[in-house]
T-cell receptor
Framework: EAQVTQNPRYLITVTGKKLTVTCSQNMNHEYMSWYRQDPGLGLRQIYYSMNVEVTDKGDVPEGYKVSRKEKRNFPLILESPSPNQTSLYFC???????????????FGAGSRLTVL | AQTVTQSQPEMSVQEAETVTLSCTYD???????LFWYKQPPSRQMILVIR??????QNATENRFSVNFQKAAKSFSLKISDSQLGDTAMYFCAFLGRFGAGTRLTVKP
């Protein structure tokens, strides 16, 4: 089944304890992206990657890191989480084409992160 | 910078009625694609409909259709014959950016 898999789905952690949210897709998509969803703010893009070894900041990159060493994986790293990073996180992927943003995003199921 | 604005935080509609969700955006691009995604209580993000800016004809998918006004940079979603399963958050999106969402409740 074509899908984007995120783990963990739920996580409660404490301020300053490094954590990684994994994301993997099995559709051979070039483009991958991370979003956070907060009430009243919709989905805001954290980082995105157009292909392996190519990553770029989205609108809210502060406090996050990413890497794209393999095409299928795009982990999100919080080096020193803070309470304002408590949120619902989504990973998404798509093919790329001639026109940027033309392709439909396939989303993971979401990861609910709470930082105490 | 590209922005997406949804000005209706919440809406409700009676089952079988029609409802329209609004979206405006800002861009200097000439060709682009616009999307509506649905997020039911399960939290899964699901594509509803896609529109290419170069196409004059409004996209339609069964009970879902759009009213795309390129000059006005407006992209509204019309849901006909609303069903209880349409209850969800709806997000307008383009170029990787999403609006704040509209929470739609379909009432029996």
């Amino acid at each position: 089944e074509a899908q984007v898999t995120q783990n963990p789905r739920y996580l409660i952690t404490v301020t300053g304890k490094k954590l990684t949210v994994t994301c993997s897709q099995n559709m051979n998509h070039e483009y991958m992206s991370w979003y956070r969803q907060d009430p009243g703010l919709g989905l805001r893009q954290i980082y995105y990657s157009m292909n392996v070894e190519v990553t770029d900041k989205g609108d809210v990159p502060e406090g996050y890191k990413v890497s794209r060493k393999e095409k299928r994986n795009f982990p999100l790293i919080l080096e020193s989480p803070s309470p304002n990073q408590t949120s619902l996180y989504f990973c998404a992927s798509s093919l790329t084409g001639v026109t940027p943003g033309a392709n439909v995003l396939t989303f993971g199921a979401g990861s609910r992160l709470t930082v105490l | 910078a590209q922005t997406v604005t949804q000005s209706q935080p919440e809406m409700s509609v009676q089952e079988a009625e029609t409802v329209t969700l609004s979206c405006t955006y800002d861009t200097s691009e000439s060709n682009y694609y616009l999307f509506w995604y649905k997020q039911p209580p399960s939290r899964q993000m699901i594509l509803v409909i896609r529109q290419e800016a170069y196409k004059q004809q409004n996209a339609t998918e069964n009970r879902f259709s759009v009213n795309f006004q390129k000059a006005a940079k407006s992209f509204s979603l019309k849901i006909s014959d609303s069903q209880l399963g349409d209850t969800a958050m709806y997000f307008c999106a383009f170029l990787g950016r999403f609006g704040a969402g509209t929470r739609l409740t379909v009432k029996p």
